[in-house]
């Protein structure tokens, strides 16, 4: 293994280095971070942004949390396990969330979880574009395919620069490849957003709308797009003019290759996912004139894995119910901000999330009033009200496992540190060994719970 030296207070301290380790602060998931680090913490991240340095170098390996708590009290593994196992075996409709901040392995293990108690399943960071994407499809390629081919990179509701740093100098804008071998001079950008933003002044073309407009503004392009004719007057209400809506058409008719990348900026106002559905459409639509396609931008962590993992188990993305013994869909029924606010579930496990601070009222009650289960590798808000926190070893940092980039190509971990504490895929399947061993009794008139074999 290859070694550097850090010199400190007159002494040198001879350090590990880890070449191309893999960074999950956001969903770049950026695969070539240089990592220089000791037995007890990473002193160097080398490549890494502002985002992915604290990531990094905010971890230690002391043991700063207690193994677990039990209503509050320090307790061990197998006593927090026993506890978990006691509360999920009791529970008719347990809800299992979270999933974005752990690695793919340990999501498999929640999805299996899931199926053995016949409960609910949740990520907290899923992306509403999958929505969108059973609708009607979307045309998408993969980032090393932008940062070879496009010259023209249109960012819609999002500030690269702010949320994901590397994304311009890696794979669009900044980026020398062999059919754009100047970089920025041959690639064109354009920003679609509300207000200015970091990344207003590396592009070529600033559009500003008016917020909550992107729907309207999106179906007008889709009427140009077709030929049709559009009142100035319904222009005129996005916030741009004629001129700019046919210079942008142009621009999108006239690339090689073009990209949409959007964000919660798009799906998180009026419209919702049928704002992602009209960006998908019109870049399927711009298709017939040249290639062009559309990518979602998930946030931090492992969210787009959570995405895969669970189509790739059940069928479906998020908001999946196992209480018929097979997987059903039903995003709002089975969402998990609906499930705790209107109390339908009597037990809740959440992993590597710290859903409190952004519930309403109504969910943060319910999860005081039921037994609720928090593994994560501190001790968070949701920790704080918790029957059973478990303390976990943090994915990337200490944990190895699989996580995927916002492309769904899938990146492996290389950890740096050992930790003091175990990962959660070993707890997930210590509390599933737990619970199998325990008997399934069945009420008087009521159905068998189906359990299946992994």
Same mark, same amino acid.
């Given at each position: 293994m290859a070694r550097s030296s850090l010199s400190r207070a007159g002494s040198i301290m001879t350090l590990q280095i880890i070449h191309n380790a893999t960074c999950t602060a956001c969903s770049c998931v950026c695969d070539d971070i240089e990592l220089h680090h000791d037995d007890v913490r990473i002193h160097e991240a080398r490549r890494a942004c502002e985002l992915g340095t604290p990531w990094f170098l905010n971890y230690t390996t002391a043991k700063n949390f207690p193994a677990a708590l039990i209503d509050g009290k320090e307790a061990t593994l197998d006593q927090a396990v026993a506890a978990a196992a006691d509360y999920l075996h009791a529970a008719d409709m347990p809800l299992i969330y979270g999933l974005s901040n752990t690695s793919c392995e340990a999501q498999k293990e929640c999805v299996a979880l899931a199926d053995q108690l016949g409960g609910l399943l949740d990520s907290d960071r899923h992306d509403l574009t999958q929505i969108a994407v059973q609708m009607g499809g979307k045309v998408t390629c993969t980032l090393g395919e932008v940062k070879q081919r496009a010259d023209l990179v249109v960012y819609w509701g999002v500030d690269p620069e702010e949320s994901y740093p590397r994304h311009m100098s890696r794979y669009t804008v900044m980026r020398k490849s062999k059919f754009l071998p100047h970089g920025r001079a041959d690639?064109?950008?354009?920003?679609?957003?509300?207000?200015?933003?970091?990344?207003?002044?590396?592009?070529?073309?600033?559009?500003?709308?008016?917020?909550?407009?992107?729907?309207?503004?999106?179906?007008?392009?889709?009427?140009?797009? !077709? *030929?049709h004719e559009v009142a100035d007057s319904a222009i005129a209400e996005t916030g741009l003019n004629r001129e700019q809506l046919v210079d942008l058409i142009t621009r999108m008719k006239?690339?090689?290759? *073009?990209?949409?990348?959007?964000?919660? *900026?798009?799906?998180?106002? !009026?419209?919702?996912?049928?704002?992602?559905?009209?960006?998908?459409?019109?870049?399927?639509?711009?298709?017939?004139?040249?290639?062009?396609?559309?990518?979602?931008?998930?946030?931090?962590?492992?969210v787009t894995g959570a995405d895969a993992v669970m189509r790739w188990q059940t069928g479906y993305p998020f908001s999946v119910s196992f209480n018929r013994g097979y997987p059903r869909y039903?995003? *709002?029924?089975?969402?998990?901000?609906?499930?705790?606010?209107?109390?339908?579930?009597? @037990?809740?496990?959440?992993?590597?999330?710290?859903?409190?601070?952004?519930?309403?009222?109504?969910?943060?009650?319910?999860?005081?009033?039921?037994?609720?289960?928090?593994?994560?590798?501190?001790?968070?808000?949701?920790?704080?009200?918790?029957?059973?926190?478990?303390?976990?070893?943090?994915?990337?940092?200490?944990?190895?496992?699989? @996580? +995927?980039?916002?492309?769904?190509?899938?990146?492996?971990?290389?950890?740096?540190?050992?930790?003091? +504490?175990?990962?959660?895929?070993?707890?997930?399947?210590?509390?599933?060994?737990a619970v199998a061993e325990k008997p399934f009794w069945l009420a008087e008139g009521s159905q068998p719970r189906m359990l299946h074999a992994e």
């Open positions: 690639r064109t950008m354009v920003l679609v957003n509300v207000e200015e933003s970091k990344s207003s002044e590396e592009a070529d073309l600033v559009l500003r709308v008016t917020p909550a407009s992107d729907f309207e503004l999106i179906a007008i392009l889709c009427a140009m797009l !077709r *030929g006239s690339c090689k290759f *073009g990209c949409f990348f959007f964000s919660t *900026g798009l799906s998180m106002t !009026r419209g919702n996912y049928m704002n992602s559905a009209s960006i998908l459409l019109l870049a399927a639509e711009l298709n017939a004139f040249t290639k062009f396609v559309a990518m979602p931008m998930p946030g931090h962590g492992n039903n995003p *709002g029924e089975f969402s998990t901000e609906e499930v705790l606010s209107r109390g339908d579930c009597d @037990a809740a496990i959440i992993i590597g999330a710290d859903p409190v601070p952004a519930l309403p009222p109504a969910a943060i009650d319910h999860l005081r009033r039921i037994p609720t289960i928090v593994l994560d590798p501190q001790i968070t808000r949701t920790s704080q009200l918790a029957r059973v926190h478990i303390t976990t070893a943090p994915h990337g940092l200490a944990a190895g496992g699989t @996580a +995927y980039r916002m492309d769904e190509l899938s990146m492996p971990l290389k950890p740096a540190l050992t930790s003091p +504490y175990p990962t959660d895929i070993e707890v997930i399947q210590k509390i599933k060994a």
